[in-house]
């Protein structure tokens, strides 16, 4: 007796904020290293989720800055709405705060733990108060606030309250200092990469070590913000259900009409029919048993899936292609958007992209993109749904190699919209393996499987055709030379000879004495316009003509050209370098073109 009595003393209740701090790890804050990504996801979904509700192209500012022994300083700021004074001290400092959490649609985030878990990780590791500051128009003033958590009762604890003058005309703007490590620089930059391709309406800019980068936007165009629906009766379980009919005054009938998605009169009277009651029934008063009854009723009656062009926010497979090629430079790129699809009455959608060759490394396995409502997922590879379906498609009948996960110069990315997905812990890092997302998952892989396997195919052919153009090029000049030579006659032009093989757009690329020389010559019969794409270690500072367009990624520049080319007519351009790297002509149909390097 005496020892329960001790026991029961030491029982007490603890709060959410208690017990996220002893498990942080929950939430991806198991590592300093890691606490930096995390901390900067959650303020970039915050601010990508708040400019697609203003209807707004984001313009994110992202800055880290060593301030002190392992101390680093976080700002995140966006153009978005900003947030009501009122509310900035819940949103950041109480746990489960938000309004998304109640509302049925595709958001980032939902829970409402994210951004106030980075206020809570500072607070454990510097103890210094997070400062936010907010402004929502151009006619009301901006607000400064410095905010820790009262880790007792998940209450924010308001250190600092004023006004501020702001540049803003409207947004946010959050500061956390915490004690890290900046070895994950390399995995921060992958992720603010990975989160522009699959947010292409979105400017980042990021100041880190002194060095900055931009993520520039591919689309002008503002998303359009997804609509929240009803739930849906396939989707319920009983607690809900108990605590949804205790709240309520309407007759069961009209209560089953206008809560839940999908259902009428005519599948509310079914489903009040299957159940024994009667559809002008009170739903408050309806006992436990009579609500089970109700439940079985509404899972056993056949209702329509819910409605997803309003819930769900799918990037699109040309936006998709798009943010692939401003990110990565490959040889091919093809994408699906699967229909909609439910899971548990939760509406669902899968897109997928493949790529292969360019820049990707041509050893070791497949780079495989994760994304869930348009969120990168970085950790717990091995544990996500997407890996395993990727290791489970046969890729061998798609002219790829594979040791469980494909393997070559291949890029897999695959996106899981819905609005609920389902992680397989708190910290959002792997989806779970939902049969129906699996089997979407699955047929989306094998679509672009076979695209990628015409590809090769093609590319197989062509580099037939390409060895043959490259002896017809080579060859015939030279023979020409030689018998010039010895027939003492003056040489001829062997073009002619070349056009009539061919027939096709001809783009040659030879380097001698350090002068690198790229020749197109036309001989389809009619005037093409055409881009010339050229990427290899040489800047072409000296290029004639200049090129229209210069960037660089690694060391590699990429030189664009554009020209308009006359029917048997020669476009030449060379400027000083080694050469070496790829050629690539683009505005015209493959069969029409053929690009040759004499170095190689």
């Known amino acids: 007796m005496v020892l329960a009595d001790e026991l029961a003393k030491q029982q007490r209740s603890i709060s959410v904020a208690e017990f996220f701090e002893k498990n942080k790890h929950l939430l991806g804050f198991d590592s300093p290293t890691r606490g930096v990504i995390t901390t900067i996801k959650e303020a970039v979904d915050n601010a990508l989720d708040a400019c697609e509700e203003a209807q707004v192209l984001p313009d994110i500012f992202i800055s880290i800055k060593k301030t002190g022994n392992d101390i680093f ?59 936010i500051i907010s402004r929502t128009g151009p006619k009301e003033t901006a607000h400064r606030f410095e905010i820790q958590i009262k880790i007792e009762t998940n209450e924010p604890d308001i250190i600092l309250q004023q006004p501020f003058e ?88 009209d209560f089953l009409v206008e809560t839940f998605s999908r259902v009428g009169k005519k599948t509310a009277q079914e489903m009040c029919g299957k159940a024994g009651l009667k559809g002008t029934a009170k739903v408050k008063g309806l006992s436990s048993d009579e609500l089970k009854t109700l439940l079985a009723a509404m899972q056993a009656v056949v209702v329509p899936a819910p409605p997803t062009t309003q819930c769900l926010s799918p990037i699109g497979e040309e936006l998709i292609r798009r943010g692939l090629d401003k990110e990565f430079q490959m040889d091919f790129v093809a994408a699906r958007t699967r229909p909609s699809s439910v899971y548990s009455g939760h509406p669902f959608m899968v897109e997928a992209a493949i790529g292969y060759g360019g820049r990707l490394p041509f050893e070791g396995n497949v780079i495989i993109l994760r994304f869930a409502n348009r969120v990168p997922l970085m950790y717990q590879q091995g544990a996500c749904v997407i890996t395993q379906c990727v290791a489970n498609v046969n890729w061998k009948i798609y002219n790829l190699s594979q040791q ?133 270690s040489d800047n072409a500072a000296n290029a004639a003509p200049k090129p229209e367009f210069v960037s660089e990624v690694d060391g590699q520049f990429t030189k664009v050209w554009k020209a308009t080319i006359p029917p048997q007519t020669v476009w030449l351009v060379s400027y000083t370098g080694k050469g070496g790297g790829m050629l690539d002509i683009r505005g015209i149909e493959d069969t029409k073109k053929m690009v040759v390097d004499l170095d190689v």
């Open 73 to 131: 300083r976080i700002i995140v700021e966006d153009n978005g709405p900003g947030i009501v004074p009122a509310q900035v001290p819940f949103v950041f400092g109480k746990l489960l705060y938000g309004s998304r959490f109640h509302q049925i649609r595709q958001t980032r985030g939902q829970q409402g733990i994210g951004i106030s878990a980075a206020v809570l990780y500072a607070q454990l590791t510097t103890g210094v108060p997070t400062i």
């Open 404 to 536: 469980g996960l494909p393997m070559g110069p291949v890029l897999i990315l695959v996106h899981v919209a819905s609005t609920n997905v389902p992680f397989t812990s708190e910290s959002k890092d792997a989806i779970a393996g939902i049969p129906e997302i699996e089997k979407e998952i699955m047929l989306a892989l094998q679509d672009l499987g076979r695209e990628l396997k015409i590809f090769l195919s093609r590319r197989d052919k062509n580099k037939v055709a390409e060895d043959r153009a490259r002896a017809v090029c080579a060859i015939i000049p030279e023979l020409a030379a030689k018998v010039s030579e010895i027939v003492e006659k003056p040489l001829i032009d062997t073009s002619p000879i070349e056009g009539k093989l061919m027939h096709k757009i001809i783009a040659k690329k030879w380097t001698r004495d350090e002068k690198v020389t790229i020749e197109v010559s036309n001989y389809t019969g009619h005037e093409e316009e055409i881009s010339v794409y050229d990427i290899s």
């Open 166 to 253: 702001w540049d803003r005309i409207h947004g946010t703007r959050v500061q956390i200092e915490f004690k890290s490590t900046m070895s994950a620089k390399k995995k921060l930059l992958e992720y603010l990469k990975y989160t522009s391709v699959v947010n292409p309406h979105a400017r980042i800019r990021v100041e880190l070590d002194d060095e900055a980068f931009t993520f520039e936007r591919v689309s002008q165009d503002v998303i359009s913000c997804p609509t929240a629906i009803q739930q849906h009766p396939h989707g319920i379980e009983f607690g809900q259900l108990k605590r949804m009919a205790a709240t309520s005054e309407q007759k069961l009938s």
